[in-house]
């Protein structure tokens, strides 16, 4: 585990960690995110950084905020930067998540929220948390390789055919627009569906509501 120490941080503002948010840089490779996420000009940063090859790098101290997550809510709580602790996953966007990556990711994620008494309802993406302005960690995120480990949330089947706003409000997600809150799911659980809400994104998302005790 490499250390590379980044400016960008300050004072949890009175709280602890709660959350895990879950981000990809968005950028070519590891080498250039480390170097925004690090350079003083920037005013980004995050506790963690996993490269291609899942070498882990701790970039912010875990009692400090780092600002990786900027606006956005959570089950009704704001200051999400203060909130939680942030990992960088080093991929633009466009292509899938390499087995050592993700090993690291479990590997990381098992420790962090031990050390924090987390369970996997605390461990977000940042698109669940800022519904419209967010999509990472995208579509081709591996949450069920998560939820296998007992890291985050999955359904385990079917719940009620209940209404999604209620159950979307439930499980923390912040207010938007329908579609846009409805895009937002989907990302996470349903990542390749197209059209107008259906009764499956209802009934997983009810199903989730029964799992959804375990942030903080």
Request: with cysteine.
């Amino acid at each position: 585990m490499a250390r590379c120490s980044s400016p960008n941080h300050g004072d949890r503002r009175g709280h602890r960690p709660e959350l895990i948010v879950l981000h990809y840089t968005g950028m070519a490779n590891a080498t250039l995110a480390r170097d925004r996420l690090c350079d003083p000009a920037s005013d980004v940063s995050a506790h963690w950084l996993i490269d291609e090859a899942g070498r882990i790098e701790a970039l912010v101290a875990e009692d400090r905020r780092a600002w990786h997550a900027g606006a956005g809510a959570w089950c009704g709580r704001d200051d999400i930067n203060s909130r939680s602790i942030g990992i960088e996953i080093a991929n633009p966007g466009d292509r899938p998540f390499p087995a050592a990556q993700m090993d690291s990711l479990v590997l990381l994620l098992g420790r962090i929220m031990a050390r924090w008494s987390l369970g996997p309802a605390a461990v977000i993406g940042h698109s669940d948390m800022a519904p419209g302005r967010k999509i990472d960690p995208g579509p081709r995120f591996d949450w069920q390789r998560l939820a296998r480990e007992g890291l985050a949330l999955w359904p385990d089947g079917p719940g009620a055919d209940a209404p999604l706003a209620g159950s979307l409000d439930a499980l923390g997600y912040p207010p938007a627009e329908p579609e846009t809150r409805l895009a937002a799911f989907r990302l996470r659980f349903r990542p390749w569906a197209k059209g107008p809400e259906s009764a499956e994104d209802r009934m997983i998302a009810a199903a989730l509501t029964t799992a959804r005790p375990g942030v903080g």
